[in-house]
Structures are given as C-alpha cells and as structure tokens.
C-alpha cells in the first residue's frame, strides 16, 4: 500500500481545515466589534465603516490561508465571504457602497485565482 499524496491528505482533511479558516469570523476578540458584525449581518442596512474593515481584515487572512493550506482549502470560505458581501452591497449606504465593493471584487478575484 502506497503512502497517501500531500493532494489526498488535503482532500480528507479539508472539512476540518475549512472549519479553522472561518475560525476569524467566529474569533472576535472585541465584544463590541462582534455584536457590530452580528447586527450587520442581521440587517444589512447596519453597515458601517468598522465592519467594513473588518470584512478587509479577514479577506486578507483568506489570502494568507490560501497562500499557506493551498486553494481548495481556503476557497469554500472565501465563497461564503463573498456571499455575505454581496449581501451588504444590497443594503449599503451610498457613501459606504464603493468601499464594500471593492472588498466584494477583491473576494471575486481571490476565488477566481482559486479555482484556476
């Protein structure tokens, strides 16, 4: 019996790994940050500027986890990131729509990168 491949070792551990990369959505240090991020998500019309870094915070660690565990590990939760995202550009203010934009076209060029 041959020693499984670095590819089938990913591929049988990936629901774990993917479970550890949405660890910084659910890893809010700040409670005020999280009940921030928690209303927004409830009702997207919430969204402010510090959520929006936030967003831009966590899609920079999806690049490094991407860079680290390898494409299929990082992209399911870049896609769900990018689903949120365009969530909220729905219900931006006009003032806050540019910024949360191109947070979503930096997710759309990320798993883009992904998936080639």
């Known amino acids: 019996m041959l ?3 670095r ?5 049988k551990i990936s629901p ?7 660890a910084p959505l659910l890893d809010i240090a700040d ?3 999280r009940d921030r991020v ?5 009702d997207p019309s919430r969204l402010d500027l ?8 966590v899609l920079q660690h999806y690049r ?17 990131q990018r689903h949120v995202i365009a969530d909220l550009v729905a219900g931006a203010p006009e003032d806050l729509r540019p910024r949360v934009l191109t947070v979503y076209a ?3 060029q990320m798993v883009g990168w992904q998936l080639y």
Do not use: N
Not at 16 to 22: F, K, R
Not at 64 to 80: E, F, H, Y
């Open 3 to 5: 020693a499984p491949t």
């Open 7 to 11: 590819r089938e070792l990913l591929l």
């Open 16 to 22: 774990a790994l993917t479970v550890a990369a949405a």
């Open 31 to 33: 409670a005020d940050e």
């Open 38 to 42: 928690a209303a927004v998500l409830d």
């Open 50 to 57: 510090a959520t929006i870094t936030h967003a831009e915070r």
């Open 64 to 80: 490094r986890q991407g860079d680290v565990l390898g494409p299929q590990i990082a992209l399911q939760t870049a896609l769900a």
């Open 106 to 108: 930096e997710l759309s």
